[in-house]
């Protein structure tokens, strides 16, 4: 009889990649102006989240990877790579700026020139790539969803690396900023009250404000200023980085309460605060889209406007617009896809990307649609047209013609008294000016930094100047400014691809503990479209399998394939009656350029997979 212990399981094997260094002309953020290597790392897991602060996808890893930085604070260090895809974004200020505004606790490497996005063959944002702790790669994570694989891979590197005596704890490279004294920070939205004063949400202290009407003076704080969920007097309710604001029939003021995923009613009578719509979980693939309001998850509402007797909702986290009635206390989608991109049409056919403002009028409901640097409209009969905007990669800052205009990165739009609209044209710093009957763009105002929404009060118009934490108050010009015209395609490279035909592989594998759920038939979903559409001669479309032949026209040379892929998988456990189920979606969209030298295999990774 042997009394020896058994011997312990030896820990899977992975592939011995090193990682590359970590550079960036921008250089580091939180850290107390030092730069960072690699080798300070050594001894703790580094995982390194690829963002770009646009991008609702990375700010909702950001919210997931919060409690597993604080879990394993003394064996992990996560470092934000930034990784810009507007012109903006590659400002080294706009990106301190974020990352206080999104409350980053860990450094970040400013990469404007997506140095170390290329290093790491990263091809989507976000991105996250584990490295142990030793220096090697051993995972790679594309899209949002991961916090649970990758918090089991974290507690797999500590026990491996404990044993071997490569473990390093102690505390990280983080060092806070500075604390700045403003009476604002970072103001998201603003909405006129009755009596003049105005009320704005205080994104980053997580706080609905009302000021009286100089836009300077706090009359009343609506929120503990502590991040959170919670009903409740005014002192003890807690909000979450809250956003839109409109006023409901009864006087009552519904608050888009973004991270918090929900809608929130705010009475100003006696500073209660209720939720109205929401779970306070965030919607995923597969999650009922309409029902009770509190029995449905949202996902990440940025803006709320009452429109023909409901309250609409730019659901931004899910690219599509959502309703919440009222009376019945439901909500709805009303339209979008989820699918993210630039597509007018019927409601339940139309694309957006990142829905961030509404302005309601009697006959339109004008959005500002993000991501696609477009302002858009909803009609009485629902159908989604667009005025400004192309597409996903194309932004700048041209007046003119609408068809030819540009704008960047839009976050809000009021409706002006002769029916045209204001935009805030957040990421050119500007207010613009559609009008629909002349069909063109002028520039308003320049010199705001990072306009967030505007309000009109009399002949003025106060705009929310997020990035400097005020209100702007204008007077709306006979003239619009003249500015010179610039336009911009995304900083990301193209990738090279051979004429003929592309074999596009959608590699996906279920997370560990879990297979593919297919028990109600195929597990798969891929949609492939391309812009311009010229662009494929074939293989547009929706199927299920992961992978595809793609047929490119001879007489295109560039353009955007959009992929948008969905794999289902449960819980592996023959023993468990009720596993639960996952839903892993991602969409990419990714410029590519047509030369004789370029690939013929495009391969996009689905889900997370540990390195082998």
């Not at 700026?97 to 999104?102: I, K, Q, T």
């Not at 108050?473 to 051979?498: F, G, K, N």
């Not at 929706?542 to 394939?561: A, H, I, K, M, Q």
Request: net charge negative.
């Amino acid at each position: 009889m042997n009394d020896a212990a058994p011997a312990p399981t030896p820990a899977p094997r992975r592939a011995r990649v090193r990682a590359p260094e970590l550079i960036g002309k921008g250089g580091w953020i939180n850290t107390g102006g030092k730069d960072l290597k690699l080798a300070d790392f050594r001894g703790r897991t580094l995982i390194l989240d690829f963002w770009t602060f646009c991008c609702i996808n990375c700010l909702h890893v950001l919210d997931e990877l919060r409690e597993l930085e604080e879990k394993h604070r003394d064996t992990v260090v996560i470092i934000g790579v930034h990784s810009p895809k507007f012109v903006h974004e590659a400002e080294h200020q706009a990106v301190v700026d974020a990352v206080e505004r999104y409350e980053v606790h860990h450094p970040v490497l400013d990469d404007p020139e997506l140095a170390t996005w290329k290093q790491y063959a990263v091809r989507a944002w976000p991105t996250l790539v584990v490295i142990d702790p030793e220096g090697y790669v051993v995972a790679q994570h594309a899209g949002e969803g991961h916090a649970k694989a990758i918090g089991t891979l974290v507690e797999e590197l500590e026990a491996e690396h404990e044993a071997k005596g490569t473990l390093r704890r102690g505390d990280g490279p983080y060092v806070p900023p500075e604390p700045v004294a403003t009476h604002l920070r970072f103001p998201g939205k603003a909405l006129l009250l009755d009596g003049g004063n105005l009320l704005v949400t205080d994104t980053t202290r997580h706080q609905v404000v009302e000021l009286g009407p100089d836009g300077e003076t706090v009359v009343r704080r609506y929120g503990s200023g502590e991040r959170g969920l919670a009903d409740g007097k005014a002192e003890e309710a807690r909000f979450n980085e809250p956003q839109g604001l409109c006023v409901l029939p009864d006087g009552r003021v519904v608050v888009a309460d973004t991270v918090n995923h929900a809608l929130r009613s705010l009475d100003l009578a006696t500073g209660e605060v209720r939720t109205l719509a929401g779970t306070g979980a965030q919607w995923w693939q597969g999650s009922p889209t309409a029902g009770p309001a509190r029995e449905v998850a949202l996902s990440s509402p940025w803006d709320v406007a009452w429109w023909r007797g409901e309250v609409w909702i730019a659901m931004a986290g899910v690219h599509q617009l959502w309703a919440y009635d009222l009376e019945k206390g439901t909500v709805r989608v009303a339209a979008g896809t989820t699918n993210e991109g630039l597509v007018d049409g019927p409601a339940d056919e139309a694309w957006f990307a990142q829905p961030s403002g509404l302005a309601a009028t009697e006959e339109r409901l004008w959005v500002a649609d993000s991501e696609t640097s477009a302002l858009r409209w909803v009609d009485p009969e629902g159908a989604v047209h667009t005025a400004v905007g192309t597409g996903l990669f194309d932004f700048g800052h041209r007046d003119g013609e609408a068809g030819q205009a540009l704008l960047q990165h839009p976050l809000g739009v009021t409706a002006l008294p002769d029916g045209s609209v204001a935009v805030a044209d957040t990421y050119n710093h500007a207010l613009r000016r559609y009008d629909p009957a002349a069909g063109e763009v002028t520039t308003l105002a320049t010199d705001l930094r990072e306009p967030s929404d505007a309000v009109l009060v009399g002949d003025d118009i106060v705009v929310v100047e997020s990035a400097r934490h005020r209100l702007t108050r204008l007077r709306l010009p006979e003239e619009a400014v003249q500015v010179a015209a610039v336009a911009h395609r995304t900083r990301r490279e193209a990738t090279a691809i051979a004429p003929g035909t592309l074999r596009l592989d959608v590699v996906f594998r279920a997370p560990t503990g879990q297979k593919l759920d297919e028990r109600y038939g195929p597990s798969t979903r891929l949609l492939v479209s391309s812009t311009p559409p010229e662009l494929l001669a074939s293989g547009e479309g929706t199927g299920t399998d992961l992978s595809r032949e793609l047929t490119l026209n001879p007489d295109v040379t560039e353009g955007v394939l959009h992929v948008s892929a969905m794999a289902a998988s449960c819980d592996d456990d023959p023993a468990n009656e009720y596993p639960a189920c996952h839903v892993h979606q991602q969409d990419w969209g990714v410029p590519v350029k047509v030369t004789e030298s370029g690939v013929s295999r495009l391969p996009l990774i689905l889900a997370g997979m540990d390195t082998e």
